[in-house]
């Protein structure tokens, strides 16, 4: 999967599950601010990416992403360790 | 001294109508809730039958983070709470500056509970479950979704007593007024409707099977009745003190004049004949009324064999010549179990403001206890001034609210 199909289908979730416009979604954003992210709300975040992509998200690697630029590289990184995607 | 209890908003989200008027007018035509559902059926009840309630879309009005520990009883409880604030002229400045309780009847969360555990089992993953998963779930969520959402800060508490919960919530409303520990207690009753809710319930063979007929299916105190129908949504009723309501200037509807409690002390499902006759005997005392002014009943009834026939010798007992109407609205609503307690006294307000009493639909032949009580099974037009509900649950707990109209 691509960078630029990893933002998408993120983008695509993130918006559905938080309820909000995909085009306040961009890399310099704050991701806990514009998806109005608390602590449980944080913990659905896990959840859905988990379900996403099928992998499994440890609290702390959640904890220091702090915007969408971040969150697009941890993913792209997690493909790269991980060696794969779920469907 | 004791502080007179009274009634200042309600609410209520139903199978006979999303709001008072609409409920007021079914109540007044004798419309039935009770549909069958193929679905219950397929998936192996015993019963299809079921009243029909539609989950309230709620995404213009709470956030999301708000909705996402919400299952659907605490949507209907919302929806009724709205309701009932607003006719109680309670807004957001004036609760945030008091102290409001909130006593609210629930006894499950099942749909929430499976699928958390569906979750879990299939993933072995508990953060796949969600955030929702854990106060959608437990028992006391009607009251925690509630509390947080209109920012209540006196008493939070969740009253299970089976299917008289929505009843004892109301009573201990009253009490905590009565007191004087709380002014104003936002009380009622919830119950879900999902198959998962009630599907050890049909297990029992407690549902009546007369699918072919979904209307006629809830009969209580007829003589061919079969069993109950199961039914839901949510029921508000504001309580307050009389003194905070002539302060606030606020609508004063009825009464609460009585509240009468007891156990079985017997069989788990079986009800007896003394546990309701004693509930009726403290309510009506603490009433301090002559029992000729009580003008209406609505029973408990919920078209059970035994437990129809039960009541109905236990309000002979109390009774004795004294022969007002007695009615079961589950014949329209099914059984609301523990939202029954709560939405059974809007019911029975609707009809006392209204100057009627609704049908008894289906009680079309007595049987030797039914025969002993008044039970129209046609609307009547009738003035009355107090009125006693009765809720009786599980493990025998009895509840009989006392109203008086004001």
């Given amino acids: 999967m691509t960078k630029q199909e990893i933002i998408e289908r993120t983008n695509v979730a993130l918006a559905e599950e938080f309820e909000k416009e995909p085009s306040l979604f961009n890399p310099q954003e704050n991701l806990r601010e514009a998806l109005e992210l608390d602590s449980l709300a944080l913990v659905d975040l896990v959840a859905l990416l988990e379900s996403e992509f099928g992998y499994k998200i440890k609290g702390p690697e959640i904890i220091e992403v702090k915007t969408f630029g971040d969150l697009y590289e941890f993913l792209l990184k997690k493909q790269s360790d991980e060696g794969h995607l779920a469907s | ?406």
């Fill in chain 2, 1 to 406: 001294m004791d502080k007179r209890v009274v009634i200042t908003g309600m609410g209520i989200y139903s199978c006979l109508g999303k709001n008072l008027d609409e409920v007021r007018d079914a109540l007044y035509n004798g419309v039935s809730g009770i549909i069958f559902d193929p679905v219950r059926k397929e998936n192996g009840f015993r019963s299809g039958l079921t009243a029909q309630i539609e989950i309230p879309e709620l995404k213009n009005e709470l956030s999301r983070n708000q909705r996402v520990f919400m299952p659907e009883q605490a949507k209907y409880a919302y929806v009724a709470t709205v309701e009932a604030l607003k006719n109680a002229g309670l807004d957001p400045d004036y609760i945030n500056d008091h102290e409001i309780g909130l006593l609210y009847g629930n006894d499950s969360s099942a749909e929430p509970t499976v699928k958390c555990v569906d979750i879990f089992r299939e993933k072995r993953d508990t953060t796949r479950i969600g955030s929702g998963g854990i106060f959608q779930s437990m028992n006391s969520t009607v009251t925690m979704n509630l509390s947080c959402i209109f920012g209540l800060k006196g008493i939070n508490l969740t009253v299970s007593g089976a299917c008289a919960s929505g009843s004892h919530a109301i009573g201990l409303g009253s009490l905590l007024i009565r007191h004087g520990y709380q002014d104003c207690v936002i009380c009622g009753g919830a119950q879900e409707v999902n198959p998962f809710s009630v599907c050890s319930f049909d297990g029992i063979n407690a549902f009546s099977v007369r699918e072919n007929e979904p209307a006629k299916a809830s009969r209580p105190f007829d003589r061919d009745r079969d069993g109950l129908v199961p039914g839901g949504g949510a029921a508000t009723v504001i309580l307050e003190s009389y003194e905070s309501a002539v302060k606030r200037g606020a609508p004063i509807l009825a009464e609460v004049i009585g509240y009468g409690f007891s156990g079985n002390g017997e069989h788990i499902s079986n009800p007896n004949v003394n546990g309701p006759q004693r509930s009726l005997l403290m309510a009506i005392k603490q009433a301090g009324i002559n029992i000729r002014e009580i003008g209406y009943i609505n029973a408990h009834a919920t078209s059970t064999l035994v437990g129809d026939s039960n009541e109905a010798k236990a309000l002979h007992l109390v009774l004795g010549d004294h022969k007002p109407e007695v009615t079961s609205t589950k014949s329209q609503t099914g059984h609301e179990m523990w939202m029954a307690g709560a939405s059974e006294v809007i019911y029975s307000m609707l009809m006392m403001k209204g100057g009627f009493i609704a049908p008894n639909l289906n009680f079309e032949n007595p049987d030797e206890d039914s025969a002993l009580l008044n039970i129209p099974s046609k609307r009547i037009g009738k003035h009355f001034d107090i009125f006693l509900s009765n809720s009786f649950g599980f493990g025998g707990t009895n509840s009989s609210l006392v109203i008086r109209d004001l």
